[in-house]
């Protein structure tokens, strides 16, 4: 008789793990070929383009081979609408958050994903957000924080730093949904980001997927046991759920 324990969950089914498996595996693989050393992404970019439709929208750095290789193919045999602009955030979320009104005026369900990086100080992107907030657009922005807590950027900036703290105060103030997760753990993100993208498809607004991942100083002593792969393997084998190596 099998474990209640065992039993498969609707909502992340085990062909869906198995998928999302082997999407970290192959993400894993083009980041050692197009990237030099940074953060580990293959949970956060698996777990949250797995959920990407055709019609589904799609931002990242110039230049993100990655990301543009991992994109699911949307309309017209294309990947997923690459709404690049620029390197910065600050540069591409405004033109992010235009394309989101463009689909909530157009009456689709689709979504646009923008991943970014926090850092330093940028132009824009609290306006961007503000709008979105404002204007309940279909926007999910995936920010990945290797910075420890540490604070970004100059003192003497007058553009506000994508950190943590000024990401709070602005959700306080807009009632933005900031959502916070392990960066690391595919799973936990596959759950945030799953009720971010049903939240935005449904008319609920943006909302921020704030994931947060080993500083780079710290990654070449991560235990093999607590990097992504090997953390959803153990997962994977808790519940007899078989995947290829």
Not at 15 to 32: G, I, N, P
Not at 46 to 60: E, F, R
Not at 112 to 119: E, M, N, P, Y
Request: aromatic share 4%; glycine share 8%; charged share 20%.
């Amino acid at each position: 008789m099998r474990s209640p324990g065992l039993s498969e969950n609707p909502l992340l089914p085990h062909s869906k793990l198995r998928e999302l498996h082997a999407l970290m595996v192959r993400c894993r693989s083009l980041e050692q070929k197009h990237t030099s050393r940074g953060p580990v992404r293959e949970a956060l970019l698996a777990a949250t383009l797995i959920h990407l439709l055709p019609g589904d929208l799609l931002s990242a750095s110039v230049g993100d081979r990655v990301v543009e290789r991992l994109a699911p193919e949307g309309k017209q045999k294309r990947p997923a609408g690459s709404l690049l602009g620029g390197a910065s955030l600050g540069a591409r979320l405004p033109i992010c958050a235009a394309a989101a009104r463009g689909l909530q005026a157009a009456g689709a369900d689709g979504v646009v994903l923008a991943f970014a990086g926090a850092g330093g100080p940028e132009r824009s992107w609290m306006e961007a957000l503000k709008w979105a907030q404002t204007s309940q657009l279909p926007l999910v922005l995936a920010c990945s924080d290797a910075t420890n807590g540490a604070p970004s950027g100059s003192r003497k900036s007058t553009e506000p730093a994508i950190d943590f703290s000024s990401m709070s105060r602005f959700a306080r103030r807009h009632q933005l949904p900031v959502l916070t997760v392990d960066g690391e753990d595919a799973v936990a993100v596959y759950r945030v980001m799953q009720e971010s993208v049903l939240r935005a498809r449904q008319g609920g607004g943006p909302s921020v997927l704030w994931a947060v991942m080993t500083p780079v100083r710290a990654i070449a002593t991560m235990p093999r046991s607590s990097q992504p792969i090997a953390r959803l393997r153990s997962y994977l084998a808790a519940r007899k759920i078989s995947v290829r190596p």
